[in-house]
């Protein structure tokens, strides 16, 4: 476990915790802690139980053994310092809805009771999407909108509720390189003006590593977290997997895990 | 009897039949819990479940009159099992084409042998199918009118939560909202509204009320209130004109109903994006 070297308290700590089902284990023995105002990206193959990380903060599943906190405490649903962007592609093409009503009810929609358009509830859902830049947005249909646009709405619908941790499930999956870095800089500005700690799913970590305060390597039932270049190495990988890994760097600095593939990293002595 | 040149004449001498007088009040409460619910089974793609309960209902309706009680009763029972269950089996059970057909049509069959094992006539089978609005009974009134507050309450507490849910289950799931729930509640809001609905339109013909009506306003607003307010005025709009020139022509109610609102959907599918379109340039600034 991560010692606190700072006087900040951390956000979540992880301890020893072993995520799935008895007899279905995604991955075991995961410690881990994030601090306050760290961007975090959670990289890993497909299946290897990263949005079961999320699930786990959100208080949707139980860890099988050993403890997370958030604020010291367990995770448990509807927690509004918790803002959430599930992983999704596509917003049904026959959803004529305005943008500023999805973000008004991720203010609001928990709450029983019919009430019509409060001010100040509107004023937040507004607030929310200026700070994405999104404020022109508010009145077009959600089926009206480009996958970046989406992602912003999205991301506003996040951080309506002023949360302290931003969950972002592969945010950038739906996007091209250009609209992809546009939105990491955009979390990364909310992540360094609000001071709020952000989870990201990613399938390719090179977009985000100009920004990245630590990274979560989730495969083959392991969890490798700290800071990327501590992480991202040959010798960190290899020793963890049990696998020959290799991290290869190019003249950018953009990196390539080569070794660990889907399902199949322990046949590759 | 035929149209006269004045209108309030008209409706005066039609509202002088009680029939007519029972024929509205039902119609009108209907046409605005069906407005209402209608936005929801169009907003969660859930228009065949919609159907599937209507089909339902129909045994109940048979049932109903096999054993010599109002068919209301029936339809409230069948429908509501049949909407708690389907949700029950699982919490995408309402998305089950072949699921959903096949007890659709075990249903029907059910139905059938009720008003078979009745009369051997086909008139009860004949009004549960296609409606029956103008033969509707003061006691018919009572129960609509009872299921009616009832339904609307309901839809006002739970309005927000399961707008939210409806649009964006995951987070409304992360944000502690019971999915199970809130889908029992909506298959049992169908449940109720379909019942009363049927009165009016009959099993085969529920989407005109249920569905169609929201699909309009749908297409035409895009804040979720504003959806169901013009909803309500659409369905409530073909069900008077329909009772309205049915009083006048020997023609069926929920031909009128039907059409009436067919009419409207093809206006605003086709006629609307080409107006919207055009005027882009103005509403861009």
Known sequence: MAVPTSAQPEIVTGEKVVAGYPGKIVWRDASFSFDRGELVAIIGPNGAGKTTLFRLLLGLQQPVSGTIKIFNETPKRGNSRIGYVPQRHVIDSETNVECLELVHLAYCGHKWGFHLSAK???KAALTALEAVGAAELAPQPLNALSGGELQRIFLAEALVSNPDILLLDEPLSSLDIRRAKELVQLVDGVVRSRNVTALLVAHDINPLLPYLDKVVYVANEKVATGKPQDVLTSERLSALYDVHVEVIRDSRGNVAIIGIEDHHGDERQ | MSFSA???IDLEQMLQYQFMQHAFEAGTLVAIVAGIVGYFVVLRRSSFAAHALSHIGFAGAAGAVLVGVSPILGLLLFTSVGGVGMTVLGPRASHRDVQIGTVLAFMLGLGVLFISLYTGYATEAYSILFGEILGISSFDVLVTAIFAVAILCAVAFVFRPLLFASLDEDVAEAKGLHMHMLGIVFML???????????VVGVLLIFSLMVTPAAIAEQLEKRPWRVVVLSVIISLAVTWSGLFVAFYEPYPVSFFITTFVFVLYLLVKFI????????????AK
Not at chain 2, 189 to 199: F, R, W
Not at chain 2, 276 to 281: D, E, I, L, Q, R
């Open chain 1, 120 to 122: 100040s509830e509107r």
């Open chain 2, 6 to 8: 004045n209108l309030f």
């Open chain 2, 189 to 199: 809001l169908v449940a109720l509204a379909t019942s009363i609905a049927v009165q």
């Open chain 2, 272 to 283: 609307h994006p080409r107006m919207k379109s055009a005027s882009v340039p103005f509403l």
